[in-house]
């Protein structure tokens, strides 16, 4: 099984800046996927970057040139930098990783507890 802590969420002003991490532990055989949704109040929860182990991304268009997800596979920890921060990023971010597990080396998805955000002068 895979627990997963996100920590760095917070209060910043418009065009802040914040930092996310998260970090994986416990019995997997890898991890394939590390990611970051978000869930606004009222929304549901949306996909907001991800990154495979070989090292490609994927964003949502609405940050894409704002937010860099970037990961160490030594520390099984993936990084969330959020630039220029805006008001409508404002949300309970969560991460998610999907792992190999187990004997039968199933494929599981994890997610976190999530960590809020908040854009707000």
């Known amino acids: 099984q895979v627990q997963l802590v996100e920590s760095g969420g917070g209060l910043v002003q418009p065009g802040g800046s914040l930092r996310l991490s998260c970090v994986a532990s416990g019995s997997f055989v890898s991890i394939n996927t590390m990611g970051w949704y978000r869930q606004a109040p009222g929304k549901q929860r949306e996909l907001v970057a991800t990154?495979?182990?070989?090292?490609?991304?994927n964003y949502a268009d609405s940050v894409k040139g704002r937010f860099t997800i970037s990961r160490d596979n030594a520390k099984n920890t993936v990084y969330l930098q959020m630039n220029s921060l805006e008001p409508e990023d404002t949300a309970v971010y969560y991460c998610?990783?999907?792992?190999?597990?187990?004997?039968?080396?199933?494929?599981?998805?994890?997610w976190g507890q999530g960590t809020r955000v908040t854009v707000s002068s």
């Open positions: 998610n990783a999907v792992a190999i597990v187990g004997s039968m080396r199933k494929r599981a998805s994890y």
């Open positions: 990154t495979i182990s070989g090292g490609s991304t």
